[in-house]
Nanobody, 115 residues
Framework: QVQLVESGGGLVLPGGSLRLSCAAS????????MAWYRQAPGKQRDLVAR???????NYADSVKDRFTISRDNAKNTVYLQMNSLKPEDTAVYYC?????????WGQGTQVTVSS
């Protein structure tokens, strides 16, 4: 069983920045594909960004050139740097880990972009 703990959410002004972190338990973190998803009220949970075990990344079109996903295998942590935040980025952000047929989710962290 893998435990994922997100942190770094909060309230930010439009145009501001936040960095989310997701710390994973266990010793196999380097093998996981990691991803960030988000879910706004009344909407489905959507992929924001993904990073493979080899470091390849992909992003939702809505966040390209604004968000950056990265990982530090020595710290068992994946990050999401979010810049130029917009009100439509407001959502609960979830971390996900995939390894073979196993999928694990964190509990989520709220990001609110508002003036």
């Amino acid at each position: 069983q893998v435990q994922l703990v997100e942190s770094g959410g909060g309230l930010v002004l439009p145009g501001g920045s936040l960095r989310l972190s997701c710390a994973a338990s266990g010793s196999a973190f380097r093998l996981y594909a990691m991803a960030w998803y988000r879910q706004a009220p009344g909407k489905q949970r959507d992929l924001v960004a993904r990073i493979t075990s080899g470091g390849s990344t992909n992003y939702a079109d809505s966040v390209k050139d604004r968000f950056t996903i990265s990982r530090d295998n020595a710290k068992n942590t994946v990050y999401l740097q979010m810049n130029s935040l917009k009100p439509e980025d407001t959502a609960v952000y979830y971390c996900k880990a995939d390894l073979f047929r196993n999928t694990y989710w964190g509990q989520g962290t709220q990001v609110t972009v508002s003036s």
